[in-house]
């Protein structure tokens, strides 16, 4: 059965840190192209960044993150990270990993585009 855990979500202040986890069960991620989500309520869901299957290792970022946020792949854990520094209260979001094998990676940013969800890991910035 595919399924994607998030983890590592939580209360941090503006400025600070946290690193969420994807991990993966039922698939091989080195496969599969991993994207991270966030959504706000009464918002659209929204793309944070995507890294493409360790054949390539090509990486995104939304403009908002950029410079602040890396994504990684960590195979033997078959889980993938984000990494967020200097976070801001409008990161503050319900953050989401999503999994697909066959998508057109240029699309990667696309939340359509993606088969398996995991359930969210809320991330709060505030002081």
């Known amino acids: 059965q595919v399924r994607l855990v998030e983890s590592g979500g939580g209360l941090v202040q503006p400025g600070g840190s946290l690193r969420l986890s994807c991990a993966a069960f039922?698939?091989?991620?080195?496969?599969?192209?991993i994207g991270w989500f966030r959504q706000t309520p009464g918002k659209e869901r929204e793309a944070v960044s995507c890294?493409?299957?360790?054949?390539?290792?090509?990486?995104y970022y939304a403009d908002s993150v950029k410079g602040r946020f890396t994504i990684s792949r960590d195979s033997a854990k078959n889980t993938v990270y984000l990494q967020m520094n200097s976070l801001k209260p409008e990161d503050t979001a319900v953050y989401y990993c999503?999994?697909?094998?066959?998508?057109?990676?240029?699309?990667?940013?696309?939340?359509?585009?993606?088969?398996?969800w995991g359930q969210g890991t809320q991330v709060t910035v505030s002081s």
């Open positions: 999503a999994a697909d094998r066959w998508l057109q990676f240029s699309l990667c940013m696309s939340s359509t585009e993606y088969d398996y």
């Open positions: 039922g698939f091989t991620t080195d496969y599969y192209t």
């Open positions: 890294i493409s299957s360790s054949l390539g290792s090509t990486t």
